[in-house]
Every structure is written in C-alpha cells, then in structure tokens.
Nanobody, 125 residues
Framework: QLQVVESGGGSVQPGGSLRLSCAASGFKSEYYAIGWFRQAPGKEREGVSCISTSGGPTNYADSVKGRFTISRDNAKNTVYLEMNSLKPEDTAVYYC??????????????????WGQGTQVTVSS
C-alpha cells in the first residue's frame, strides 16, 4: 500500500526557511512522480512543485520559482521541498502526493492518487 507522510512544517518569520519532507512507504519513491501542493484557508488546493521519476524533470509554480527547490534522497525514500525567502502568502497546509504525473504543463492535484495528511506552514512576523 502506497503511503506518504509529510513533516517539517512550522512557524517562521518572513524571509525565513523551512524544509519539508515527504517520506514514502510501501513503494520506491524514485519510480514515482511526487508532487507538493498547498491549501490556504478559503482557497483551492494549488500545485507548488513536482519531481518526475528519478533523473526526470521538475516543475514549479511561478509563485515559488527561485525560492523553493524539490529534491530526492532515494536512499531515504524521501522527497524534500526546501523553501527559502518565505512570504506570508506562503502560509498554508502543505501536502505531498505520489503516483501522478510531473510535466511542464502544470501541477494538477487530479493527476495524483496518494496523499499525505498535510503539514502546516505559517509565515508571520
């Protein structure tokens, strides 16, 4: 059974950094596309970043390009989202998703079948 669990959320001041982790179990994450999504109160879930199968391409939402970096550690079966220069508008629950698609056309929640429970990120002074 495919499962993913997020961790690493928290509260930071604007300009700060956090690293989110998406730990996979029941499957080798390097063989699956992994996506990061977020949902702020009163807003729809939006795609933040995704990474294709190992060695494949990555994609980022325009709002996070140059600030966020997605990466894999295949030995740990974990995907990371490094978030720098955080802004108040980055405040949301962040979700990891697996078993989907990562293309240059966009990052779509409907493409992914397996979801974690989410981790809260709050950026505030």
């Amino acid at each position: 059974q495919l499962q993913v669990v997020e961790s690493g959320g928290g509260s930071v001041q604007p300009g700060g950094s956090l690293r989110l982790s998406c730990a996979a179990s029941g499957f080798k994450s390097e063989y699956y596309a992994i996506g990061w999504f977020r949902q702020a109160p009163g807003k729809e879930r939006e795609g933040v970043s995704c990474i294709s199968t190992s060695g494949g391409p990555t994609n980022y939402a325009d709002s996070v390009k140059g600030r966020f970096t997605i990466s894999r550690d295949n030995a740990k079966n974990t995907v990371y989202l490094e978030m720098n220069s955080l802004k108040p508008e980055d405040t949301a629950v962040y979700y990891c998703a697996a078993d989907g698609r990562c293309t240059g056309w966009g990052i779509f929640a409907s493409d992914f079948t397996t979801w974690g429970q989410g981790t809260q990120v709050t950026v505030s002074s």
